[in-house]
């Protein structure tokens, strides 16, 4: 890589060249949650519980601990793997399995707590940096093990579960212990972190000299940079900051056929972008192990400001005519007029808020700076037609921006689901897609016996299009992994159906690749698995996520 180090910051003495720093060690998530710590359920919560799921439903409660599938791999496997990585770091203990069962979504955490073995990995192998990663690729292509990179454990579409495909066993390639701040060029802004660095640790690293990633999915507090960069991950400021795919200037990746280093420049034309083959790859082709992205410095001041738009409509013009004109708040989101009124009675605010919310944040090197922009995007909205709110909103949103998926445990815990999906399309067919994904959910969970509140927000725009982001909210059924599923199916058929992307940013996973071929054509696909074949040519990275295993009909249907 090219960034250049500062002498004098701390690293490892005894690999000097390891890192400038390590950060301070974050912890997971509850194997059958998404956090350690349960969420309380906010004022209006049980009120809308109440008044607007009437008829039983079906609490799902916590089991004290699971039973997990048996371990396949052998001694003499297992013994290999701890040759490259360690002896403590390469191991079949079933605390340690236990934690890596896979993701969170709503599906994952529901099986965790049925009364049935989980599937776990056979083992649980912690590389310290690229060389052990492509060392233990090589073992496991050796010895026909399949290989599950897992960084922070957040993906909801299915992305890092054990699955073993055609191989005789299967291990989860943890990189927690990859975390560093491997190189920082402030003159060039840009800094190279091990891949298994989480949100919380690079801020943690960049903000001790100054700088920001500004990256800050919902799943920040867990995930990692490698996972950002392997499912093209968008975090809620990405007007201000660009989605992750956009901060990224290099990688490194170790595949079973070799390594690769990918970004020398800020820009070239010496032919298609390889880093794209990796941005959103999932773990499919290869590893990464480390990224280099395009940081700033922390910024000096924050305007906050809401706004109500009678309509969600007379809002999503509103932010397209902002969007387009160029004003670049750090943070913009709508909410429709159901998001809107549910907000605000979970706060216990059911009267005081009407019509469609937008919140937005500014930043600036100044104050004159960031305000002059929140002024800016103030008059477009007044001209179609808004009313400020103040601060108040946008600063409570920030407060509570990474809790809502917390609370979706607690709601289990009462028998209630919530979930969440999300798309993108353009400004055109914007209103025509919302309506029909809204449908579908509608359509499917009423005639499961449960009528569901269905709410939805843009929380990413771009001049040509924005994103929707749904969140779904029904009584669980005594069969409630069925239930969603076909709510899923319906909406996942109903994005296809009217031209929009079957993932903004959750990526693709394991659950949405039976959509796939319907938007990028079965000859996508197939250069897709051309890539596979010439990367993995044995198949073992993360079978099943992203392209069907190679001759398995079944999943390619």
Request: proline residues 7%; contains cysteine.
């Given at each position: 890589?090219a960034?250049?180090?500062?002498?004098?910051?701390?690293g490892?003495?005894?690999?000097?060249?390891?890192?400038?720093?390590?950060?301070?060690?974050?912890?997971?998530?509850?194997?059958?949650?998404?956090?350690?710590?349960p969420?309380?359920?906010?004022?209006?919560?049980?009120?809308?519980?109440?008044?607007?799921?009437?008829?039983?439903?079906?609490?799902?409660?916590?089991?004290?601990?699971?039973?997990?599938?048996?371990?396949?791999?052998?001694?003499?496997?297992?013994?290999?793997?701890?040759?490259?990585?360690?002896?403590?770091?390469?191991?079949?203990?079933?605390?340690?399995?236990?934690?890596?069962?896979?993701?969170?979504?709503?599906p994952?955490?529901?099986?965790?707590?049925?009364?049935?073995?989980?599937?776990?990995?056979?083992?649980?192998?912690?590389?310290?940096?690229?060389?052990?990663?492509?060392?233990?690729?090589?073992?496991?292509?050796?010895?026909?093990?399949?290989?599950?990179?897992?960084?922070?454990?957040?993906?909801?579409?299915?992305?890092?579960?054990?699955?073993?495909?055609?191989?005789?066993?299967?291990?989860?390639?943890?990189?927690?212990?990859?975390?560093?701040?491997?190189?920082?060029?402030?003159?060039?802004?840009?800094?190279?972190?091990?891949?298994?660095?989480?949100?919380?640790?690079?801020?943690?690293?960049?903000?001790?000299?100054?700088?920001?990633?500004?990256h800050?999915?919902?799943?920040?507090?867990?995930?990692?940079?490698?996972?950002?960069?392997?499912?093209?991950?968008?975090?809620?400021?990405?007007?201000?900051?660009?989605?992750?795919?956009?901060?990224?200037?290099?990688?490194?990746?170790?595949?079973?056929?070799?390594?690769?280093?990918?970004?020398?420049?800020?820009?070239?034309?010496?032919?298609?972008?390889?880093?794209?083959?990796?941005?959103?790859?999932?773990?499919?082709?290869?590893?990464l192990?480390?990224?280099?992205?395009?940081?700033?410095?922390?910024?000096?001041?924050?305007?906050?400001?809401?706004?109500?738009?009678?309509?969600?409509?007379?809002?999503?013009?509103?932010?397209?005519?902002?969007?387009?004109?160029?004003?670049?708040?750090?943070?913009?989101?709508?909410?429709?007029?159901?998001?809107?009124?549910?907000?605000?009675?979970?706060?216990?605010?059911l009267?005081?808020?009407?019509?469609?919310?937008?919140?937005?944040?500014?930043?600036?090197?100044?104050?004159?700076?960031?305000?002059?922009?929140?002024?800016?995007?103030?008059?477009?909205?007044?001209?179609?037609?808004?009313?400020?709110?103040?601060?108040?909103?946008a600063?409570?949103?920030?407060?509570?921006?990474?809790?809502?998926?917390?609370?979706r445990?607690?709601?289990?815990?009462?028998?209630?689901?919530?979930?969440?999906?999300?798309?993108?399309?353009?400004?055109?067919?914007?209103?025509?897609?919302?309506?029909?994904?809204?449908?579908?959910?509608?359509?499917?969970?009423?005639?499961?016996?449960?009528?569901?509140?269905?709410?939805?927000?843009?929380?990413?725009?771009?001049?040509?299009?924005?994103?929707?982001?749904?969140?779904?909210?029904?009584?669980?059924?005594?069969?409630?992994e069925?239930?969603?599923?076909?709510?899923?199916?319906?909406?996942?058929?109903a994005?296809?159906?009217?031209?929009?992307?079957?993932?903004?940013?959750?990526?693709?996973?394991?659950?949405?690749?039976?959509?796939?071929?319907?938007?990028?054509?079965?000859?996508?696909?197939?250069?897709?698995?051309?890539?596979?074949?010439?990367?993995?040519?044995?198949?073992?990275?993360?079978?099943?996520?992203?392209?069907?295993?190679?001759?398995?009909?079944?999943?390619?249907?």
């Open positions: 890589m960034a250049t180090a500062h002498t004098d910051s701390p490892d003495p005894a690999n000097p060249a390891r890192a400038l720093a390590i950060p301070t060690p974050r912890p997971r998530g509850d194997w059958d949650a998404w956090g350690s710590e969420a309380r359920l906010p004022a209006g919560a049980k009120a809308i519980v109440a008044t607007l799921l009437p008829g039983k439903a079906h609490p799902v409660p916590h089991r004290a601990a699971p039973v997990l599938t048996p371990s396949l791999l052998p001694d003499d496997d297992l013994a290999a793997l701890a040759a490259v990585v360690g002896a403590d770091a390469a191991t079949r203990d079933d605390a340690v399995r236990m934690l890596h069962l896979g993701g969170k979504s709503t994952d955490l529901l099986r965790r707590r049925l009364d049935e073995p989980q599937t776990a990995p056979d083992a649980v192998v912690s590389p310290s940096a690229h060389d052990e990663v492509a060392q233990a690729l090589r073992v496991c292509a050796d010895r026909g093990i399949a290989v599950v990179p897992f960084g922070g454990g957040t993906s909801v579409v299915g992305g890092v579960d054990p699955v073993r495909g055609a191989h005789r066993a299967v291990v989860a390639l943890d990189l927690s212990r990859t975390a560093a701040l491997l190189a920082l060029d402030e003159v060039s802004l840009l800094a190279t972190f091990g891949a298994g660095t989480t949100g919380p640790q690079a801020e943690e690293l960049l903000g001790a000299r100054g700088f920001t990633l500004g800050f999915p919902q799943s920040f507090l867990y995930a990692s940079i490698g996972g950002y960069a392997a499912t093209r991950s968008s975090g809620q400021a990405s007007r201000g900051y660009g989605r992750f795919d956009d901060l990224v200037h290099a990688l490194r990746v170790a595949t079973p056929a070799g390594d690769l280093d990918l970004g020398r420049s800020p820009a070239s034309a010496a032919g298609p972008d390889l880093r794209e083959l990796f941005l959103g790859s999932e773990g499919a082709f290869g590893v192990t480390e990224v280099t992205v395009r940081i700033r410095p922390v910024p000096a001041a924050t305007a906050y400001r809401a706004w109500s738009f009678p309509d969600f409509a007379a809002g999503a013009a509103a932010v397209r005519d902002a969007t387009q004109r160029g004003i670049r708040p750090t943070v913009l989101r709508l909410s429709d007029e159901t998001e809107t009124r549910v907000n605000a009675a979970m706060g216990g605010h009267t005081r808020m009407r019509g469609s919310l937008a919140v937005a944040t500014f930043e600036g090197a100044t104050a004159a700076e960031a305000e002059a922009t929140r002024d800016a995007l103030d008059a477009v909205f007044r001209a179609h037609g808004a009313t400020s709110r103040g601060e108040d909103p600063r409570s949103w920030e407060r509570g921006r990474f809790a809502s998926p917390a609370l445990d607690t709601l289990m815990d009462v028998g209630v689901l919530a979930e969440t999906l999300e798309t993108a399309t353009t400004w055109a067919n914007l209103p025509a897609l919302k309506g029909a994904v809204a449908a579908a959910l509608t359509e499917s969970l009423a005639a499961s016996g449960t009528k569901p509140i269905v709410l939805c927000h843009i929380s990413h725009v771009y001049p040509a299009g924005a994103s929707l982001y749904f969140t779904v909210v029904a009584a669980l059924t005594d069969d409630p069925t239930q969603w599923m076909r709510a899923k199916d319906a909406a996942s058929r994005i296809v159906d009217a031209h929009g992307t079957i993932t903004h940013h959750h990526a693709v996973g394991r659950d949405h690749r039976p959509y796939l071929e319907a938007e990028i054509g079965p000859l996508g696909v197939e250069v897709l698995r051309a890539v596979k074949s010439v990367l993995d040519p044995r198949g073992i990275m993360n079978p099943g996520a992203l392209v069907a295993p190679v001759g398995d009909a079944a999943a390619r249907a």
